[in-house]
């Protein structure tokens, strides 16, 4: 038997994404993903639902309850929530354990001091025994394997749901990084406005959302795909059904998606000398959800001249790079 607190003692990863969050369970892998949505009563402020079952509710609620993304822009909006949604995942995966856990959490690099301090406090609160942070382009470098503690630039660029960090890493630590409010929610709201504009065609985040990931792309397809979209008339205020193609989509996602590009050069023109020299061979890895938009790898390889590769499993790594340091919890307090 493992001494005492090594026995007893389990700890968990969690990314806390704009999107999804998700637990990573030490020695088990990830045992729960879910959207990081709350649902409130409106009048009392009480909890009525988290995660899958409150994502259901958004936009389909009736006054008196709210389902509301806490962590939408990449920022805190409401830290009593946010606590709330903690709670709720932490106690969902340590339910077997038998002491309180420790916890790394991955969070935005955009957020503030007072905010990460917040979520820190959330977590203890919520039960975690001790709680590590780390910069989320960190996790999801370690996530897909990049060999971060070598002398030489590893590139990400992790497209979520509210934020798109991107992040040059060397020996252990980020040497330079950025973080903008446009992705995957921004993608959405471009078809919204689209559908609006060119149909007269009113949709829900949800609709939109389906139909980015149906069929979306940032680079032509060698088949164009179309699909068939439901929605209200905003002229004659009834049910309406339209058919678009993949072109349309492409045509409507055109500028959040050059905003992305134009963060990834960015990012790429603050870079020092010696560590762009090694990004032309080694090139940059995609994560987060975003990154599965069809084609956006091939237009971000041609706009910079790199190699460019998805992860494997894009929407898991910041989660499996969070558990890939619970083994190894003094080398993160020493590093990070
Ligand atoms: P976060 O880390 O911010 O929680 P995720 O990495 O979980 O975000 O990604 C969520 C985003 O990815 C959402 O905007 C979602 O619509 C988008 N997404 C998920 N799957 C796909 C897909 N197959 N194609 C395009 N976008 C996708
Ligand atoms: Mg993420």
Redesign the pocket.
């Known amino acids: 038997m493992a001494n005492l607190f090594g026995y007893f003692s389990n700890d968990i990863g969690i ?1 806390l ?5 998700l637990v990573y369970v030490k020695d088990k892998g990830i045992v729960l993903r879910e959207p ?1 949505v709350v649902a409130l009563d409106t009048v009392t402020r009480k909890v009525r639902a988290v995660g899958d079952e409150a994502k259901r509710m958004l936009g389909r609620t009736p006054g008196n309850i709210t389902a509301i993304r806490p962590m939408k822009d990449g920022v805190i909006a409401d830290f009593d929530v946010t606590e709330a949604m903690l709670r709720y995942f932490i106690q969902k995966a340590s339910q077997s354990f038998r002491a309180p856990p420790r916890v790394v959490i991955a969070i935005p690099s955009g957020i503030t001091a007072v905010e990460k301090r917040a979520v820190m406090d959330s977590a203890t609160h919520a039960g975690a025994r001790k709680v590590i942070t780390i910069p989320e382009p960190m996790a999801a470098a370690i996530g897909v394997g990049l060999p971060i503690d070598e002398p030489a630039a590893n590139m990400i660029v ?6 798109t960090e991107i992040a040059i890493i060397s020996l252990n630590g980020i040497v330079f990084s950025k973080s903008i409010r446009v ?3 921004e ?2 709201a471009s078809i919204i406005n689209y559908m609006k504009r060119a149909y007269n065609l009113l949709i829900g985040e949800r609709t939109a ?1 389906e139909i ?2 149906r069929i ?1 792309s940032a680079f032509p397809l060698d088949e164009e795909l179309s699909i068939e979209v439901k929605g209200r008339d905003s002229v004659a205020g009834l049910p309406k059904t339209i058919h678009i193609t993949s072109q349309e989509v492409r045509e409507a996602l055109a500028d959040t998606v050059a905003a992305i590009v134009d963060a990834v050069r960015t990012t790429l023109e603050r870079c020092p000398p010696e560590l762009s020299a090694d990004l032309v061979d080694r090139g940059f890895v995609m ?4 990154s ?2 069809r084609g956006i790898d091939r237009l971000l390889s041609e706009k910079t001249g790199l190699p460019v590769t998805v992860a494997d499993d ?2 898991s790594a ?1 989660a499996n790079g969070t558990g890939a340091v619970l083994n190894d919890l003094t080398w993160l307090m020493q590093n990070v």
Do not use: F, Q, R, W
């Open positions: 990314d994404g704009t999107a999804n969050t990081s992790d497209i979520g749901g509210g934020t992705a995957g929610d993608l959405d959302e980015k990931i979306g994560a987060g959800g975003g599965l938009i894009p929407l910041v």
